[in-house]
């Protein structure tokens, strides 16, 4: 079955960073588009980014645009998304998506 799994997740200090990992299993990760979405506490769900499937294009929400940065390794079946000057208001749960699946997610905690 599918399974995707969210970590890297924290608390960090604004300006600080993160990287988050979702490892995939269950389908052809390489033939597929990923998608990271986000929840922030009391609010709906937010796409923030997605990739193609060979990891040649990507697309950003403009909220971070040039902070974020999405990637994959179709070798290992990993899809990443590394986080740079973290801010409060990126503080969510953030899952990655598959067409329908969706992980467990990862906390991020932005807070001093």
């Known amino acids: 079955q599918v399974q995707l799994v969210e970590s890297g997740g924290g608390l960090v200090q604004p300006g600080g960073s993160l990287r988050l990992s979702c490892a995939a299993s269950?389908?052809?990760?390489?033939?597929?588009?990923m998608t990271w979405v986000r929840q922030a506490p009391g609010k709906g769900l937010e796409w923030i980014s997605s990739?193609?499937?060979?990891?040649?294009?990507?697309s950003y929400v403009d909220s971070v645009k040039g902070r974020f940065t999405v990637s994959r390794d179709n070798a290992k079946n990993e899809l990443y998304l590394q986080m740079n000057r973290l801010k409060p208001e990126d503080t969510a749960v953030y899952y990655c998506d598959w067409l329908s699946a969706r992980g467990q997610g990862t906390q991020v905690t932005v807070s001093s």
């Open positions: 990739i193609d499937s060979i990891g040649t294009s990507t």
């Open positions: 269950g389908f052809t990760f390489k033939q597929y588009p």
